[in-house]
């Protein structure tokens, strides 16, 4: 593998950072790292809530040096492709359907002329999105990774009561407000750092990031975005149309997650005709490619294996 301390807090010289635009003229802040010579494929990579493409640039070196090309973007409303709230630092969006009409025109774009096999990548939000979009016939890669997928809400009152609440809450006021004030969720006396990762330095990665670029922070979600993930969720593990959905999938669950619903994603998963499960257990917390080294080691090892199987 790629030394871990090459790329972490430096954009690689052959990358280029641009701004695509939506159909609708709004700009997304992208990221393209082209393959050196004769390209192996196309991966196309989407974080999760909050997230920002610098993360994942320990694992996209990883992948560019077998001989991928990397593409990325910010989704609409975080990162570097503007906010959709008066408050920079709050995580808004109307309709999730914005984010995969976004996604869809995008695929169209790169798809065109990105060197195959083409492999879609997301993690957390991002996998949601990822596969509501390949269920619903948006884009059809020759495999997908979801890591850590955001396919359910952990709620003490269960999906549907934990949607009722939000419903209820959110509808009072500004739905644009803060859904709370600090954290990754309400109601939880664990660090931040502890729900994401349990490698201390990558997690000092994401903070640097932010301190260099703070345009790129975003704190806590709108209580629009909070309904808005309980529905979106809710509708694809309804969407009779996964039975059907035959890319090859590789899915990785980190079963202690507590950011996302892993039983969800279980259940998900063995509705897939095609996907493959790879589990973790306490050893890891949400962001299973920013984890410590054994757990991310096995992760992309995995990944790679699924790859070399899979997107040839």
């Known amino acids: 593998m790629v030394s871990p301390q090459l790329y972490r807090r430096a954009i690689p010289a052959s990358a280029r950072i641009s701004h695509w635009n939506a159909p609708d003229g709004w700009p997304l802040r992208r990221f393209d790292w082209p393959a050196e010579g004769h390209p192996r494929g196309s991966i196309l990579f989407q974080g999760g809530r909050g997230d920002i493409f610098e993360k994942y640039l320990e694992a996209f070196a990883h992948w560019h040096s077998q001989g991928w090309s990397i593409t990325a973007f910010d989704w609409r409303g975080q990162g570097g492709s503007g906010r959709l709230s008066p408050d920079p630092h709050v995580g808004h969006v109307e309709n999730f359907d914005i984010f995969i009409s976004d996604f869809a025109a995008f695929w169209n774009d790169w798809s065109r002329d990105a060197a195959g096999p083409r492999v879609i990548m997301g993690h957390s939000m991002g996998g949601h999105l990822v596969l509501r979009a390949l ?9 997908a990774v979801l890591i850590a997928p955001m396919l359910g809400l952990h709620s003490p009152l269960g999906a549907r009561g934990g949607e009722r609440l939000a419903r209820f809450l959110g509808g009072v006021g500004n739905s644009a407000r803060p859904a709370w004030k600090t954290n990754e969720r309400p109601a939880t006396t664990t660090t931040r750092q502890a729900l994401l990762t349990h490698d201390r330095a990558r997690y000092d990665d994401e903070i640097y990031w932010q301190t260099a670029k703070p345009e790129l922070l975003l704190g806590p979600p709108s209580w629009r975005w909070v309904i808005q993930a309980f529905e979106s969720t809710r509708r694809l593990r309804e969407d009779p149309r996964l039975r059907t959905m035959t890319v090859p999938v590789l899915m990785i669950v980190a079963e202690a997650d507590k950011l996302v619903n892993p039983k969800a994603a279980l259940q998900i998963a063995s509705r897939l005709p095609d996907a493959r499960v790879v589990r973790f257990g306490s050893e890891s917390a949400h962001e299973v490619l920013r984890e410590a080294d054994g757990v991310r080691n096995r ?13 040839q």
């Open 299 to 311: 992760a992309i090892g995995e990944i790679d294996i699924f790859l070399a199987a899979r997107a």
């Open 135 to 143: 269920t619903e016939g948006l884009a059809r890669p020759d495999a």
